[in-house]
C-alpha cells in the first residue's frame, strides 16, 4: 500500500506539455491528500475489537493456510507492502501496533497480497514479472527526458521513440496494478467480515482508508497514460 509507487511524469516541451504536466501533478496531489487525509482521520479511531495490525495480518493470513510469511515492521507511514520474493509482510511501525480502523485495513489488504501469492493471482504473477524491467526502464527516464527533449544530447526522434517505449511500459505496469490493489483490498473487506475483526459500523471507515488508497494507483495510470499519448502526438508531428 505505499502510495508513492512509480508515478513518473515529466514537464514536456510546449504549451500543451505544461498543461499536461498541471493536470498530471494536481491529480496526484489530490489522490496523496484524500489516502494522507482518510488515514489520519481513521488511524486515530479504535477498532472496538482491539486488535493489532500485526495481529490481524497473522489471523487473515493463518485463515488463508499462509504460515511461511513473516510480519515485519518497518519506518516510515502508509510504508505498508508485501514482498512476493522474501516473503515477507511489512506494516508501517503505527499500523503494526495499532488497533485502529485504518491499522486493522491496511494490515488486512496486505495480508490479501499474501493470499494472491498463494493462490497464484495472475495479474499478481504479471506485476511481479513486468517490476525489474520497469524499475530499469523509469531509471533512464529522466536522462532521456531532460538530455534528449530539452538538451538535445540525442537525436529529437530517438529520445521520443525511447520515452514512448518507456511511457507504454510504465502505463502497462499501472494498468497491471490497478486490479492487483482493488482485489487485495476485495479480499480485505471479506475477510476482515468472515473473522468478525470489525463491527458492521466500523467497515466504512476501514473501507474509506482503502478506497482512497487505490486513487493513488489511479493517478499514477492517468499520469503515465497522458504522457504516452502526448509523445505518440508529438512523435507524430515530427
Known sequence: MTVTSHFAFMILPGPSGILLFIAALVFALWAQYKVKSAYTKYSKIPSRGGITGYEVAEAVMHKAGIYDVEIVRVPG?????????????????????????????????????????????????????????????????????????????????????????????????????????????????????????IAADEAPGVAATLNAAGWTYVAAFAGSLMNLVYLIVLRGRD
Request: neutral net charge.
Open 77 to 197: 507511514q502508509l510504508t505498508d507492502h508485501y514482498d512476493p520474493i522474501k516473503k515477507k509482510l511489512a506494516l508501517s511501525d503505527h499500523n503494526y501496533r495499532s488497533s485502529s480502523l485504518a491499522a486493522v485495513g491496511v494490515a488486512a489488504h496486505e495480508a490479501g497480497h499474501a493470499i494472491q501469492h498463494k493462490v497464484g493471482y495472475t495479474m499478481m504473477m504479471v506485476r511481479q514479472t513486468m517490476a525489474p524491467v520497469v524499475n530499469i526502464a523509469a531509471s533512464f527516464l529522466p536522462i532521456i527526458m531532460l538530455g534528449g527533449l530539452f538538451l538535445r544530447l540525442l537525436p529529437w526522434g530517438l529520445a521520443i521513440d525511447l520515452g514512448i517505449i518507456i511511457y507504454a511500459l510504465l502505463t502497462l505496469f499501472h494498468l497491471v496494478t490497478l486490479p492487483v490493489e482493488f482485489d487485495a483490498t476485495a479480499r480485505a473487506k471479506r475477510e476482515l467480515d468472515s473473522l468478525g475483526i
